[in-house]
C-alpha cells in the first residue's frame, strides 16, 4: 500500500504526549519537524527552547537542544549562531518567555537583525505555571494573578510583538499565524518553512507567530478554546503577514 503520511524522524517514536488535550504546543512540535525534515538541516539544526510547557519540546525531539533561562532564548540562540554559523537555529518560546522576562533579548536580537528563526507561541498566558497574566493577556481575561480579568488602568493592554518588531529595521520575516484548522495549519506549515530558510538564505531575523490556545488555563474544555481563539484571541492579534523583506 502507498503510504501518504508517515511520522516526522524530528519526533522520538515511543514518547507519549504529556501536554494537555487541545493544546496545540503538540501541533507546532510535528510541523516545525516536518520542515527540518523537508529541508534537510535535522543533523545541523539546534533548537533553544524557553522555559514553560513551551519547553516540554525537548523531550520530545530527535535532534539538539540548549534550554535557555527563562527569557533568554535569543540571547542564547544568537550565540549559538555566531558560534556555528552552519547551525540551523532556532527558538522556540512562550508568551511568558519571549514578550515579559525576554522582551529585552528578543527586541535586541531582532534588532540587530540576527540570522536566526524565532517561533513564537502566543497563548495568551503563562501556561505552566498555573495562568499568571502574560503580556498577551486579554483586556478582561481572568488570570491567576489577575482574577477580575485584565484590567488596562492597572495592568496595561496586551502587547502585539509583530507590529513592535515591524518597528525596526533590521527584521525581514514576521507572519501571525494560528492552527485551529487544517487550513490553518498549512499555512503555518508554510511560514515556518519561510523562516528558516531565510535562515539557510543568510537573509537575517525571521519570527513566526502563532496563536494558539491553553485550554486547562483558559478554563475551557478544548472545543470551547477554539471558539475562544477563533471570536476573542484572533479579533486581538490579527494574523497576517506583517513584514516581507525577501519578497520585495
Ligand atoms: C527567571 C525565571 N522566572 C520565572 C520562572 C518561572 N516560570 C517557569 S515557566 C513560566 C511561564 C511560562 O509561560 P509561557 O512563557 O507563556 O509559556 P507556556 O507555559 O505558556 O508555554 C514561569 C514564569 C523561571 N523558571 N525562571
Ligand atoms: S497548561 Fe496550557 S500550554 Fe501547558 S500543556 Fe496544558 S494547555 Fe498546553
Known amino acids: ?18 501536554l494537555c488535550p487541545g493544546c496545540m504546543h503538540s ?13 534537510d538541516i535535522l543533523s545541523r539544526t539546534a533548537s533553544v527552547f524557553g522555559i514553560g510547557c513551551c519547553g516540554l519540546g525537548m523531550q520530545y525531539i530527535t535532534y539538539d537542544n540548549v534550554t535557555a533561562p527563562h527569557g533568554r532564548a535569543c540571547a542564547v540562540a544568537t550565540g549559538v549562531k555566531r558560534s556555528t554559523p552552519e547551525t540551523i537555529v532556532y527558538t522556540y518560546q ?6 515579559s522576562i525576554g522582551l529585552g533579548e528578543t527586541i535586541s536580537a531582532a534588532n540587530r537583525g540576527e540570522n536566526i528563526t524565532v517561533i513564537f507561541v502566543n497563548n495568551g498566558i503563562y501556561g505552566m505555571t498555573g495562568g499568571q497574566m502574560a503580556p498577551t493577556t486579554l483586556v478582561g481575561m ?13 495592568h496595561g493592554y496586551p502587547l502585539h510583538m ?22 490553518n495549519v498549512i499555512k503555518t506549515r508554510k511560514a515556518i518553512e519561510k523562516a528558516f ?6 537573509a537575517g531575523f525571521s519570527m513566526v507567530e502563532v496563536v494558539t490556545s491553553c485550554p486547562t488555563n483558559w478554563g ?12 476573542k ?8 503577514v506583517y513584514r516581507d523583506r525577501q519578497e520585495a
Open 1 to 18: 500500500m502507498e503510504k501518504v503520511y508517515g511520522r516526522t524522524a524530528a519526533i522520538q517514536k515511543d514518547m507519549v504526549s504529556s
Open 27 to 39: 501541533t507546532m512540535f510535528k510541523l516545525i519537524g516536518e520542515v527540518l525534515e523537508k529541508l
Open 94 to 99: 512562550g508568551d511568558g518567555d519571549l514578550a
Open 142 to 154: 481572568k488570570a491567576s494573578t489577575a482574577p477580575g480579568g485584565r484590567n488596562p488602568k492597572e
Open 162 to 183: 509583530c507590529e513592535i518588531l515591524n518597528q525596526l529595521t533590521a527584521p525581514v520575516y514576521l507572519e501571525r499565524c494560528t492552527c485551529n484548522t487544517p487550513a
Open 197 to 202: 530558510q531565510n535562515q539557510i538564505q543568510g
Open 220 to 231: 475551557l474544555d478544548p472545543i470551547e478554546s477554539l471558539k475562544f481563539l477563533e471570536e
Open 233 to 240: 484571541m484572533l479579533t486581538e492579534f490579527p494574523l497576517g
